[in-house]
């Protein structure tokens, strides 16, 4: 049998190897070091909350981001931008100049003719911002609004668009900005998560939402987005089965958790430390979330000033004034879907739905935060992953990148 050559298997390792190895030796090193200041075996959710920064690198009031995703890409020409030229040459052939070598989704090869906006805008404010007439509410609140007219976006097709606003590239494991947020700042909240999303139901577009618009890629998965169910019980199975108190309960969570302690200093794995802190959220879940569902102090001026027809009806209104809760019991992200825009055809009655659906609701919202003192510290983002084309598209649009439109409030 050959004797062991301690200098011979050195001398054998590849760069490759090499450096595997290394990492995974200061990954287990800088862990342990991060464990041992946070307790891992016997870890502390609040502990577990705290983001990476001390401090922003610059002085910002902002605390949490509601961002009011028009899912589908909402057409900006009929809503924030006027063109009132692209209106005068309505029905004539779009120049080639302006679209050869472009990229266009389906509208390729085929005749293209400008299309002018279907509605009017006004000046609102004293600000003169121009709103769409069909957006009555936001432009009563037309002061409060900042118009950004100058996105672009390099992806033309729904879910790559989407994950590029979110995280800035296609390429899956990418964090999203919610995650990035947490991981900076940490969490506020220490009964709900730092992270929520909801997708408003009813009479909506069946376009999918992936859920990696909200994964937390390469971070630990203690920042990635909650998706809260918008109708019914917004957190499945949240109370105990029949004939387990809340005692009892207890117990068995502390069980676990010493269980997966020990493991936990065994292997040194982040993944572990995440789940003890979410069986810890998911028990104080038990009593947070159904004091976050009780409306019942929101007063009847309030609900019909979001427009809601029935609570908890999964409506974008309905998400809204959930959202507004959200913001109240600090949480960090709120992301709420509302899938209304992709009006390749019938824009004009889309439009006119789209905007009954979330026009009162926007407004409300934000109203409601200032009411409250929480505006100048939450920033709502409104906006789509892209825009629609100045071309026509039978009796829509199509899907352009080259410019669109979103606005941001508070902050």
């Known amino acids: 049998m050959k004797p062991y050559d301690p200098i011979a298997h050195a001398l054998s390792i590849n760069r490759r190897s090499f450096l595997t190895k290394s990492a995974y030796g200061l990954g287990s090193t800088a862990f342990a070091m991060l464990a041992a200041k946070a307790g891992v075996g016997g870890l502390q959710a609040a502990q577990f909350s705290k983001g990476v920064l ?29 063109k009132p030229v692209l209106k005068a040459l309505h029905g004539q052939a779009f120049p080639e ?11 390729q090869n085929a005749v293209l003719k400008a299309r002018g906006g279907s509605f009017e805008f006004k000046k609102w404010g ?13 432009g009563s609140i037309a002061d409060e609004m ?8 390099e992806q033309i097709n729904h879910d790559t668009a989407h994950a590029f606003f979110n995280t800035g590239s ?11 947020l947490l991981y900076g700042l940490g969490a506020e909240s220490e009964n709900l998560p730092g992270y929520i999303v909801l997708t408003s139901t009813g009479r909506t577009g069946q376009q999918p939402i992936s859920s990696r618009q909200w994964s937390s890629g390469v971070l630990p998965s ?11 019980e917004a957190v499945h199975y ?21 269980l997966n302690g020990q493991l936990a200093d065994e292997t040194v794995d982040p993944e572990i430390a995440t789940r003890i802190a979410q069986y810890e959220m998911a028990f104080k879940m038990q009593s947070s979330v159904p004091e976050l569902l009780d409306f019942k102090n929101e007063s009847a001026k309030t609900i019909e000033a979001y427009g809601i027809k029935e609570i908890g009806d999964g409506s974008f209104a309905s998400n809204c004034l959930m959202a507004r809760r ?86």
């Open 54 to 82: 001390q401090s922003p690198h610059s002085p910002v009031k902002a605390k949490r981001v509601i961002f009011l995703c028009m899912a589908g890409g909402p057409p900006h020409l009929e809503l924030f931008d006027n």
């Open 238 to 258: 949240i109370g105990n089965p029949d004939g387990v108190c809340q005692s009892t309960q207890r117990q068995v969570i502390d069980e676990i958790r010493r």
């Open 126 to 138: 004293k600000s003169g911002t121009e709103i769409t007439d069909i957006f009555p509410h936001l």
């Open 97 to 107: 100049s302006f679209t050869k070598g472009k990229q266009i989704a389906q509208l």
């Open 222 to 232: 203690k920042y990635q987005g909650i998706q809260f169910q918008s109708k019914g």
């Open 326 to 411: 959200l913001a109240e019991r600090g949480v960090r992200m709120i992301q709420l879907y509302h899938r209304a825009w992709d009006l390749h055809g019938n824009l004009d009655s889309g439009m006119k739905m789209g905007a009954e659906d979330v026009d009162k609701a926007t407004a409300a919202l934000i109203n409601d935060l200032k009411q409250r003192g929480l505006l100048d510290d939450t920033l709502i983002l409104w906006g789509g992953e892209f825009g629609r084309t100045p071309m026509g598209q039978g009796t829509g649009r199509d899907h352009h990148i080259a410019g669109y439109s979103v606005f941001l409030a508070g902050g």
């Open 170 to 180: 296609i390429i899956k494991g990418r964090p999203c900005m919610g995650s990035w």
């Open 146 to 153: 900042c118009v950004v007219r100058s996105l672009k976006t």
